[in-house]
């Protein structure tokens, strides 16, 4: 897998509507001369106390062929195919889309009543979403419970956050990288942006009651509200993005990810769908229709270049897109156009309808059916059994699920079965309990998918806060030590030698280092902290380190071990900014990585020419220990419990003060009076041969 999961929003209008007002007169139209000005220019000019007409939502076929070339594109980044590394931005169109729309319907109501029915809107969006949502985890939860055991476990965790439409957050909290899943990522982990969805949906309708409501120009004002609020999501997505950290936050953030719906917010109040008409004059199609097509071409070129880790997708390109796919809706929305004819032509117009089903399975389909994996097929034959499978499935929700429980037509009939003879109700509801109940069990009692080190997140010293070292009245030498206190050059500035507990070791790290915490501890005695972290970024672990440099906790260290890099890129400037802060430790180690991505090659070299030739400075190789057979676990990246072993083995054998194979001189290790106590350190080669039986 090459990427993590995107997802969808729809915000579809009511059953097609007829494009005049309720009171039955004409609504009002945009004039040709109109059509050209800017958002800003059309929020300055309307009539202060907002549309004078009743208006109605229209049913749009422009928008939801428009869905229809969204979803493809989001599948198409999924199966994967190389051609289309930015299909992701497929998600961002939605945002626009449901960001239109759902205003527009609220604007509208609120113009018809002078009132928006919060119970009623939320009632309607439940009925939109809910029913499809929950038949496929039921049936997705049965699939892996017969062919794909291991990930249930995940699955049982993952569920609650999904039905409570915050996996946006689960994901962030829980380090779940968008961009580093390896082996069968979480089936449900393509639910995050629904919650995104479904969090606007939550105070979108709230805001636009306080704003619209009491007063003239408060629809206006409404407009600004979303444009500034647009602007100020997007440009803290610039902001907290970090070239060297993973981007899973920024991505996944509501805060960080609501430019999209915020801007379709916008473009309702500026250019409500009630309002168009066809351009009165050729040149005002044309200019239109150059529009659509142009910003069409603009969001498919940075589907072509952009990727899913680059630095300007976060600070420019989302936003280029995001702006692509708004003047994408303004065109659409428009009758009469070129785009519009095209985005309305039957098989987009199948898709899109279908486009909400089409995004709910084809995660979970193409990650229990891949091929070489779960299926033996490959190539272009399992490339069509999946796409099938997904259409299969989506239009069976849509006939079966959406539709009738969105009409309710299904509520309708269950009322009349229940009435003629409850068994015809009671009998199947017994049996769906009950297939629930079995499932719930097997999700309950599902072996976890990850080692219980993994699933903590943390060691206890890397949840807990630095505290300064007793004794030493927080004396430690200054970052910009001279030569004399680099790491090999002896003690710390007043700190005597026998202060130093024989093999007290910091160790810093990922999840990497938390599968071998144990071992370590284990290995290099009770002087030993280890402070890991699942998800830890190496920006993080510098801040972490410096912290134990402020609080003195350097200054009694006989070993400083560093094993970061699995979660993005270690530069060398990074690293050399280790070696300053560690300015005083006798000994520094480094662990190198096995990561299956685009950084791993540049984290290793990095570190081979930043200790190469260093005194006291020492490179432990993970990335070839780990090419044995048996160390690392299914993601490719974990240890193994014999890989946690060996792992602990060889970083122990660079960091103790014990003599061994490896290091037959103990200068580097302080000489206390009194102790004489050795890890059980045995050696290089033999530590490695036990650690793999």
């Not at 916008?266 to 910003?295: F, I, K, M, N, Q």
């Not at 009349?416 to 003879?421: E, L, N, T």
């Not at 500035?493 to 990922?510: C, K, T």
């Amino acid at each position: 897998m090459a990427s993590g999961a995107t997802s969808l929003v729809w915000a579809t209008p009511e059953r097609s509507a007829p494009l005049t007002s309720v009171a039955g007169t004409e609504a009002p139209r945009v004039e040709g001369g109109r059509w050209s000005r800017g958002a800003a220019a059309r929020l300055a000019s309307l009539p202060a106390g907002g549309p004078q007409a009743r208006p109605v939502v229209p049913r749009l076929p422009a928008l939801e062929g428009l869905r229809a070339v969204a979803v493809a594109a989001v599948v198409l980044y999924h199966l994967p195919v190389g051609w289309l590394p930015g299909g992701f931005l497929g998600v961002d169109v939605f945002f626009v889309i449901s960001g239109f729309l759902i205003t527009s319907l609220l604007v509208a109501e609120s113009a018809r009543s002078g009132r928006i029915g919060l119970g009623a809107f939320y009632r309607r969006r439940a009925r939109r979403l809910l029913p499809a949502l929950v038949v496929m985890v039921v049936v997705v939860s049965a699939a892996a419970a017969l062919f794909a055991r291991d990930a249930l476990s995940l699955l049982a965790t993952d569920l609650p956050a999904v039905l409570g439409y915050v996996t946006n957050w689960w994901l962030v909290f829980h380090h779940v990288s968008y961009v580093q899943s390896v082996g069968r990522p979480p089936l449900v982990l393509h639910l995050w942006s629904l919650a995104v969805e479904e969090q606007f949906y939550l105070v979108w309708p709230l805001v636009v009651l306080l704003v619209v409501r009491g007063g003239r120009g408060r629809t206006r004002r409404l407009g600004w509200v979303a444009l500034a609020g647009a602007a100020a999501s997007s440009t803290w997505m610039a902001i907290a993005y970090h070239p060297s950290t993973d981007p899973s936050r920024v991505y996944f953030g509501t805060d960080t990810h609501a430019g999209g719906l915020l801007l379709g917010a916008a473009l309702a109040v500026a250019y409500p769908p009630w309002e168009r008409s066809s351009p009165s004059t050729v040149a005002a199609r044309r200019r239109l229709d150059g529009l659509g097509l142009a910003s069409l071409a603009a969001l498919v070129a940075l589907m072509a270049v952009l990727e899913q880790d680059g630095a300007f997708t976060y600070r420019g390109g989302l936003q280029l897109a995001t702006a692509a796919a708004a003047l994408l809706v303004l065109v659409a929305s428009g009758p009469g156009l070129v785009l519009t004819r095209l985005l309305s032509t039957p098989v987009l117009q199948w898709l899109g309808r279908r486009s909400y089903a089409i995004y709910l399975w084809h995660w979970p389909v193409f990650e229990l059916t891949r091929p070489g994996i779960d299926v033996s097929l490959s190539g272009w034959s399992d490339t069509v059994l999946r796409l099938a499978l997904v259409l299969v499935a989506a239009d069976l929700s849509l006939r079966l699920v959406e539709d009738p429980f969105r009409s309710g037509a299904a509520w309708r009939a269950l009322g009349r079965s229940w009435a003629r003879d409850r068994r015809l109700v009671a009998v199947p509801a017994a049996a769906a309990v009950a297939v629930v109940g079995l499932l719930a069990l097997e999700l309950v009692q599902a072996p976890p998918a990850v080692p219980a080190a993994l699933a903590a997140g943390a060691t206890a010293s890397g949840r807990a806060p630095v505290e300064p070292l007793r004794g030493t009245g927080g004396r430690v030498p200054p970052a910009t030590a001279p030569a004399a206190t680099a790491p090999g050059g002896g003690a710390a500035p007043g700190v005597a030698p026998w202060e130093r507990r024989p093999n007290a070791v910091l160790a810093i790290g990922d999840s990497v280092m938390l599968d071998g915490a144990a071992g370590l501890r284990g290995a290099l005695g009770p002087a030993t902290v280890v402070d890991a972290v699942v998800g830890r970024q190496v920006a993080s672990g510098i801040e972490r380190l410096a912290q134990y440099r402020a609080a003195g906790r350097l200054a009694v260290l006989t070993a400083l071990v560093i094993g970061l890099g699995t979660n993005g890129p270690m530069t060398g400037p990074q690293c050399r900014q280790i070696l300053t802060l560690a300015a005083g430790v006798p000994r520094v180690v480094f662990v190198n990585v096995r990561m299956p991505r685009p950084w791993e090659p540049l984290t290793n070299q990095s570190l081979a020419t930043c200790t190469a030739d260093r005194p006291g400075v020492d490179l432990v190789d993970w990335y070839g220990a780990s090419e044995a057979a048996g160390v690392l676990g299914p993601d490719a990246i974990h240890a193994s419990p014999a890989g946690a072993a060996l792992y602990a083995a060889l970083v122990a054998e660079a960091a103790s003060c014990a003599p061994t194979l490896a290091q037959a001189t103990t200068d580097h290790c302080p000489a206390q009076p009194g102790v004489a106590w050795h890890p059980p350190i045995r050696p290089l080669r033999a530590g490695v041969g036990r650690a793999l039986l």
